[in-house]
């Protein structure tokens, strides 16, 4: 079993940034594909992007493309999201997922006009 655990959600003003941070426990990081999803209020969770095992993959959804770097740190058992250039519309509690099943129990972001 994994745990992950997500920081760094907030409020922020439209064009702010916010970096997120998922902590997976275990040994066994470095072999999992890492991602982060983000669930919108009365929305489906959907895929933002993840990364492969040693961070030459990397694939975003096109809302946030040209605006958020996923990347992460094996050493530090680390996934992150720098997320800049936020909108309204990016709102919503984002879910870190590892090893495509295990999943974390989210960080809030608020995006104001």
């Known amino acids: 079993q994994v745990q992950l655990v997500e920081s760094g959600g907030g409020f922020v003003q439209a064009g702010g940034s916010l970096r997120l941070s998922c902590v997976a426990s275990g040994r066994a990081f470095s072999s999992y594909v890492m991602a982060w999803f983000r669930q919108a209020p009365g929305k489906e969770r959907e895929f933002v992007a993840s990364i492969s095992l040693n961070e030459r993959v990397t694939s975003y959804a096109d809302s946030v493309k040209g605006r958020f770097t996923i990347s992460r740190d094996n050493a530090k058992n680390t996934v992150y999201l720098q997320m800049n250039s936020l909108k309204p519309e990016d709102t919503a509690v984002y879910y870190c997922?590892?090893?495509?099943?295990?999943w974390g129990q989210g960080t809030q972001v608020t995006v104001s006009s």
């Open positions: 997922k590892a090893d495509r099943k295990y």
